[in-house]
């Protein structure tokens, strides 16, 4: 297994928290979670940086806040990548392994990409101006039935997945494929689909071509036009990460291309990004 237990079972109760307890984090958890970190590698060519950051202890006068998107958090993870090709990619494939690791660890974690205050993070941070930084996560032990949590992940729909037939295809994006057609590789493309991503938005598009998998991005026009980066980019690399680490986890040998775009005619807004060949 890549985690103490099943992926599928981490991956399942992943979920996006907002309001935290005061109980702390001791230090040996915080070790090990840094231990962690220096593991962390990703199939893309950038290293991205990561974090422990403690609101009650940063030097510089950083003033960490969420905009009123987390309450009861104290304890941060922050990430920064330099702006090299696919960035992005390596940051949210990177992230989002630590972000399961932290799951099984039973702390509490969230996604946040323009929801905090980014100058003052990256100023806790020491981060340098020409990195990009593009997302943090709070970390902390929380109640499951929190009243604000529940509201807040109705508002937000927080639970809700698009249908596999507009996510996944077969051969070309004129033929949806359903998971009973999918066969072996089922749980690898329902592992994707369940991946988070911002604004719930889900821009994976994958299409399957024998032994390859197509990896697209159903860009959002405007979405990312207030950052100096592809925020949509981190959710491909958390649909890489799942879907690596599923067929890890099955023993299925393979390797990422970055350069086998199959030349699909595609739907408005959709750009090749990566492909999966297994071996």
Not at 127 to 138: E, M, R, V, Y
Request: aromatic share 12%; glycine share 8%; hydrophobic share 40%.
């Amino acid at each position: 297994m890549i985690f103490s237990e099943p992926l599928e079972a981490v991956v399942r109760r992943r979920r996006s928290v907002r309001t935290y307890e005061k109980t702390p984090i001791t230090q040996d958890v915080k070790d090990q979670i840094v231990r962690y970190m220096e593991t962390l590698t990703n199939p893309f060519p950038a290293k991205p940086s990561f974090r422990i950051i403690e609101k009650e202890l940063e030097p510089n006068g950083a003033k960490l806040g969420t905009y009123g998107m987390i309450r009861g958090a104290s304890v941060f993870i922050a990430s920064s990548v330099d702006n090299t090709p696919f960035a992005v990619e390596a940051l949210g494939y990177a992230f989002e392994q630590l972000i399961l690791y932290l799951t099984t660890l039973r702390l509490g974690t969230c996604w946040l990409g323009g929801s905090f205050n980014r100058e003052e993070f990256r100023k806790a941070l020491d981060s340098a101006g020409d990195a990009l930084f593009p997302a943090i996560s709070p970390i902390g032990y929380f109640e499951r039935k929190s009243f604000r949590e529940t509201m807040v992940r109705g508002f937000v729909r927080a639970d809700s997945r698009k249908p596999w037939e507009t996510l996944f295809f077969n051969g070309d994006f004129a033929k949806p494929l359903t998971e009973a057609a999918a066969g072996d590789d089922a749980l690898l493309l329902e592992m994707v689909r369940l991946g988070p991503s911002a604004s719930n938005k889900q821009p994976w598009r994958v299409v399957r071509a024998g032994n390859a998998f197509h990896f697209y991005e159903h860009k959002i026009p405007g979405y990312s036009g207030s950052f100096n980066f592809d925020m949509q980019g981190i959710d491909m690399g958390i649909a890489a990460c799942h879907f690596h680490l599923a067929a890890l986890e099955k023993g299925r040998a393979g390797h990422f291309d970055l350069s086998a775009d199959p030349g699909l005619k595609t739907p408005e807004n959709v750009i090749y990004k990566f492909t999966w060949v297994f071996d």
